[in-house]
């Protein structure tokens, strides 16, 4: 049923409520499979059952709504299959496995709370641009709703390349043990973490238009810290640093996040 008059925060509550019943879902299945590494795949896919559970119960945000819903689809879809298929081709990861090898207690407790439960939280902040960009917002879509939608493609676009480049140099056996630094990675350590920046930043700008829409800037901000500082390059870069000799090099001469010129070497 749609409520043609439902609240900010039924709309807000609903997709709390569907995103826990998913994390639970993925939960009982990490149970089946002995591996809980699928949820980064699912982590991308949750966001698209949100754009879906606001258009159905809040089907009235116009363009500005439509645009939300196929900028995340689309977004939601590529990067939730490429993890899903990297995951059955590389198999568990090291970081989950680690994380559950030192906890204490039930470890199916763990994963529930530290794991499911801790990312469904993250997501639920995270998406209040998709849901709030779609409450109330009417007419055309305006100047910064435009800037957003543009940096929201050159982010899909920018991670999706990079993704692509990145599958490419892994697939060649001669590259075990060394750096990619062509394409992207060459003007980025992560082009893919800043491709996802860009298009957390360009449904911001978009979901701005609308009334609540500016309430949703924790979710860029927060974006941000995991994509940094937190689970993405920070803890991946701590692991290459160990793993590959070549990487320290690489990262002496390549931009840390934002892209730029590669710098020059050195002279002794």
Request: contains cysteine; glycine residues 10%; hydrophobic residues 50%.
């Amino acid at each position: 049923m749609v409520f043609e008059t439902i609240s900010i925060e039924m709309l807000l509550l609903s997709n709390l409520g569907a995103i826990a019943a998913m994390m639970i879902g993925l939960w009982g299945l990490s149970i089946l499979l002995g591996d809980v590494s699928f949820i980064d795949g699912f982590w991308a896919f949750g966001f698209v059952l949100v754009a879906c559970v606001t258009m159905r119960l809040f089907p009235f945000g116009g363009g500005h709504q439509r645009a939300l819903t196929i900028l995340v689809v689309v977004w939601g879809l590529r990067l939730g299959l490429y993890l899903l298929s990297r995951w059955q081709r590389e198999g568990a990861d090291g970081r989950y496995l680690a994380m559950i090898g030192r906890a204490k207690g039930n470890k199916h407790v763990f994963t529930l709370t530290k794991v499911f439960a801790l990312q469904g939280a993250l997501m639920w902040v995270v998406s209040l641009p998709i849901q709030l960009g779609a409450y109330g917002a009417t007419g055309p879509l305006g100047t910064l709703a435009l800037a957003g939608v543009a940096l929201a493609v050159t982010g899909i676009i920018f991670e999706s390349i990079g993704d692509w480049q990145l599958t490419r140099f892994k697939r060649n056996p001669d590259n075990r043990g060394r750096a990619l630094d062509t394409g992207l990675w060459r003007y980025t350590r992560h082009p893919n973490y800043f491709g996802d920046f860009c298009f957390w930043w360009g449904c911001f700008l978009l979901a701005c238009e609308a009334p609540y829409g500016w309430m949703s800037f924790p979710a860029p901000l927060l974006m941000s810290f995991l994509l940094i500082k937190w689970s993405g390059a920070a803890l991946l870069e701590r692991r290459l640093l160990r793993s590959r000799p070549a990487y320290a090099a690489y990262v002496e001469r390549t931009s840390s996040f934002l892209p730029w010129p590669p710098r020059k070497p050195n002279r002794p």
